[in-house]
């Protein structure tokens, strides 16, 4: 008995595979934010991936939601709403000013206008159902590519420095790897708004596996920690150091000033000499 499976099983299975490897790619962060959180500070790390990944969720549950009988897109971009955000919350209690200042005007932007006139504008200016998912469906395509387009900037950063400390090998691997399933999910479901941007997001992947590979193996140098205690130890050999060149210069002036006093001490005594001798001269001529 022959054995067959339908297009739309072999696409239930590749968004099934598709949610437990986005799974992964939403978990693979976490050693880097626990990295964030024991050193209380985001270093070199930054927040543009988390923040185009959480809009990026928030357009496909409106997707979603538009679209019927998308539950696998439902149940994995809950999830990744729910932890970007949370990576979000890590980032902004330990980043800078600076990047505090940043990230808030990012999210403003995107997830609140941004997002909010995507939905007002869909819902004001097309009565047609089929025509607002087309809309929606382009506006997806085009974050997701941005999705995959973030750590481009950490590229950079990796060909610039030479390092890839700031770039982990888990996310670039589990991206590829969701690309592939999420692209065959959108060609078996004849979905073209979830296919056509992880053909991007799989050549993305692969060039960031290409730079680790090629990077990984430089040495990284990293500033040591400085805790309150050395840099207690610190100032009292920076104090036992100036201690010391204060004493060594008195020691040189006070040496010099004795050679001053000797020097005219020897001269009053020479002079004083002459004075005797030419006193006596006088005495034997008288």
Not at 37 to 63: D, H, N
Request: glycine residues 4%; neutral net charge; charged residues 20%.
């Amino acid at each position: 008995m022959a054995f067959f499976i339908s297009t739309h099983q072999l696409a239930f299975t590749f968004g099934i595979l598709g949610n437990v490897v986005s799974f992964l790619v939403y978990l693979s962060p976490l050693p880097t934010f626990y990295r964030i959180y024991k050193r209380k500070s985001t270093e070199g790390f930054q927040s543009i991936p988390y923040s185009v990944s959480l809009f990026s969720a928030m357009l496909y549950l409106y997707y979603a939601y538009l679209k019927d009988n998308e539950i696998l897109l439902i149940t994995i971009n809950s999830f990744g709403f729910g932890i970007e955000l949370m990576y979000l919350i890590v980032f902004m209690t330990y980043a800078t000013r600076e990047s505090k200042i940043f990230t808030t005007k990012l999210l403003v932007f995107f997830n609140v206008f941004i997002y909010g006139a995507i939905i007002v504008l869909t819902y004001q200016l097309t009565k047609n159902d089929e025509l607002r998912l087309k809309i929606v469906g382009w506006i997806c395509a085009v974050f997701s590519v941005s999705v995959f387009a973030a750590p481009l900037s950490i590229m950079r950063h990796v060909i610039k420095t030479k390092s890839v400390e700031f770039m982990p090998f888990p996310l670039s691997f589990f991206l590829t790897v969701c690309a592939v399933m999420w692209f065959f999910y959108g060609i078996l479901s004849k979905d073209m708004y979830i296919a056509t941007p992880n053909i991007l997001g799989f050549t993305f992947g692969i060039a960031q596996m290409i730079l680790y590979a090629i990077y990984r193996k430089r040495k990284q140098q990293v500033l040591p920690d400085i805790t309150l205690i050395d840099l207690k130890d610190i100032t009292i050999d920076m104090k036992a150091v100036v201690v010391e060149i204060i004493q060594e210069n008195a020691a040189d002036e006070k040496e010099n000033k004795q050679e001053e006093v000797d020097g005219v001490n020897e001269k009053k005594d020479g002079d004083n000499n002459q004075e005797i001798a030419i006193t006596t001269s006088k005495v034997r001529e008288n």
